[in-house]
């Protein structure tokens, strides 16, 4: 009999995991795809307006920590709306690189592939304890967040690809992280919160690999 439960236990963690895992990869899926409907609909915003829009939001994603104990529909809503406006937030930069420089979105786009699916296996594969990692990963992000800052005002030779290097290291951490997050969590509630870390993971890396393919325009 201790057996039998053992291996129910054993059945009833992996099922969980699985249900977690396309859960939140369905979310990932559908967020892109509404960031990619935000990004052609705010293909022709403003600076501006596209401010406005980077700070909706990250509204909402602050908002879906409140409400994910709370109510799954309303942080599967936030999630939608996020993944929408966040593409309007993006869009007329992404706009800019595809008119100027095509190649260099395909190339970011195909070099993400790669780069979140070597880094997320090897995440979700490892029994590693990564939590330091991610500690390291958010300092060491506010410290690239300044340095952006310094090389608006200093000209500093190859700063923007000093910039876009240091964060995809930084990104590979976070992604490695989260990945194992998803591995080693059994409450299918964390799906959207979860979903929108990877998708954050995933928009950054193409966003530094677009700088390098393009030469830092």
Do not use: H
């Amino acid at each position: 009999m201790s057996t039998y439960n053992t291996a129910l236990g054993r059945g009833g963690y992996q099922t969980s995991v699985n249900t977690l895992f396309g859960q939140t990869m369905g979310f990932v899926a559908a967020t892109t795809g509404l960031f990619a409907l935000g990004g052609y609909v705010g293909r022709d915003l403003t600076g501006g307006a596209s401010l406005v829009a980077f700070v909706g939001a990250f509204v909402c994603l602050f908002a879906m920590r409140f409400t994910a104990r709370r109510s799954r529909e309303g942080t599967i809503a936030l999630l939608a709306v996020f993944g929408f406006v966040l593409g309007l937030a993006t869009a007329p930069a992404i706009a800019y690189y595809a008119a100027t420089d095509p190649q260099a979105v395909w190339k970011a786009g195909g070099a993400t592939a790669l780069f979140i699916a070597a880094l997320g296996s090897a995440g979700y594969a490892t029994s590693r304890d990564l939590s330091g990692l991610a500690r390291v990963c958010f300092w060491a992000l506010l410290a690239l967040l300044v340095f952006g800052v310094v090389t608006i005002f200093v000209k500093i030779p190859g700063g923007s690809m000093i910039y876009s290097v240091a964060g995809l290291f930084i990104f590979a951490g976070f992604t490695m992280v989260d990945f194992q997050r998803l591995r080693r969590s059994q409450d299918t509630a964390s799906a959207p919160l979860l979903a929108a870390s990877i998708f954050l993971d995933i928009l950054n890396v193409f966003l530094f690999f677009l700088r390098i393919f393009s030469r830092g325009r």
